[in-house]
């Protein structure tokens, strides 16, 4: 069978093109390989539709359902050696755990599959799990751009669809650099940055995040210095006036911390990296506190609402009257 073959960290984007080109096969499946994801194509790219390599992989069609029985999304997630599936409301159990097996039959790398019961909420931005098949533990190691990354998928948030936007990221990242991640979950964008040579100061307020977060750091080899809590105590004390590059990876709520990141930016200046869930385009709101160098949509949340994602260049730190 045809494939195209790329990183990982670049899985999500070469999809969702080959998609829109009608190059994406349906019945066979998604081979995963160390760092490399294939795709199975239905004919071979013309000269510069595809940025991937393209060849020929062994490969069974998947056993085929009827389709009134599907309930499970085709699409998932995959965090270190677990699946996260979306499931229809109400779904009858019995299929969805067969459609799972199934899951697992045609993707030897996974060994436990778990369907998201209900929104992504609250303040440590988790969902219920509901476990299918395969192992129960939720405890994984994913590995994202050469780092590994221990991640309880039931006590943490992690998207590994944000991976090649977190490389973006820290690829701008310069040794002697300071940096503060104000919402730093397990540490996909402090822990390359510190690798990169910059000093980190992480805050996170989930407990669960932030441990491991600190196992993460010692298992990558960085120093990081993390803060429990809210994240508005660090930048508006101990980082006030000290950070040339914020991260603000908070889209539902990173305006409201505007202010406090304002307040962290040392007196020469510095850049925001901020996401930002918005009916509308932020960037008239961010553009009066600096330039923005990039912006763009990141993804589709619901039929109104989208996640944007901006940098913004700060001379120098503004004060803010009120908080945007």
Known sequence: MLYAVVQ?????RLKERLARLGLLAKGYPVIREGESV????????KEGEVDAEVKELEAKPLPQLSSSRVVLSRSFDLIGNVAIVRAKRGFDRVAATQEAELLMKANPAVKGVFARAGPIEGEYRVSPLVHLAGSSET????????????????????SPRLATERRRVYSQVRPG?????????????SIPMAKAG?????????????????RNSSLNG??????????????????????????MNLPSRSLDFLDAALSAI??????????????????????TIGKISFSR????????????????????????KTRM
């Open 139 to 158: 405890l994984t190691t994913h590995r994202e751009n050469g780092f590994s990354y221990l991640i309880d998928v039931e006590k943490v948030f992690f």
């Open 297 to 320: 949509l990141l993804k589709e949340v619901s039929s109104k609402e989208r996640v944007y994602a901006a940098d913004v260049i700060v001379k120098r730190a503004p004060k803010l």
């Open 222 to 247: 960085v120093t990081i210095r993390t803060f429990p809590g809210d994240a508005r105590a660090v930048a508006e004390g101990q980082a006030r006036g000290w950070a040339n590059r914020i991260v």
């Open 198 to 214: 910059a000093t980190v100061w992480a805050c996170e307020i989930n407990p669960h995040a932030l441990d491991l977060l600190e």
């Open 177 to 189: 650099e300071r940096v503060l991640d104000m919402f730093a979950g397990v540490g996909p964008f």
């Open 8 to 12: 990982r960290g670049d899985a999500q």
């Open 38 to 45: 294939g795709f199975p194509l239905t004919r071979w790219p």
């Open 266 to 287: 040392s007196a020469s200046g510095g850049i925001l990296h901020i996401y930002v869930r918005s009916i509308e385009d932020p960037s008239p709101k961010l553009s």
